[in-house]
């Protein structure tokens, strides 16, 4: 059985969506960038992130008001595609 985010979830609602790459060239700052194209209400404000033990990984998590499962799914293909990312939560 299927079953679609509506399911699961209310829109509009508060989102953290965990995205974790290796840590080079501002990855924050450039996650950032890529999900305000879907999210445009998001700033520094938003994110927060952290260094792995080694400082070779960074998560960053990214808070926002998701306003649909589009939305989401919109997201999360655009980050699954980009080589930049590792792992999409």
Known sequence: MHRSLRDLMDFPTVFRLRVIGYNQDDFA???????????????EDNINARLSNGGKYC???????????????????????????????
Do not use: K
């Not at 700052?29 to 700033?43: C, D, G, K, L, S």
């Open 29 to 43: 700052t450039y996650i950032m960038v890529r999900v305000r194209r879907f999210a445009p209400e998001i700033n």
């Open 59 to 89: 998560a960053v998590t990214v808070s926002f008001v998701a306003e649909s499962e589009e939305q989401l799914y919109a997201i999360y293909a655009d980050l699954s595609q980009d080589q930049r990312v590792l792992f999409l939560l």
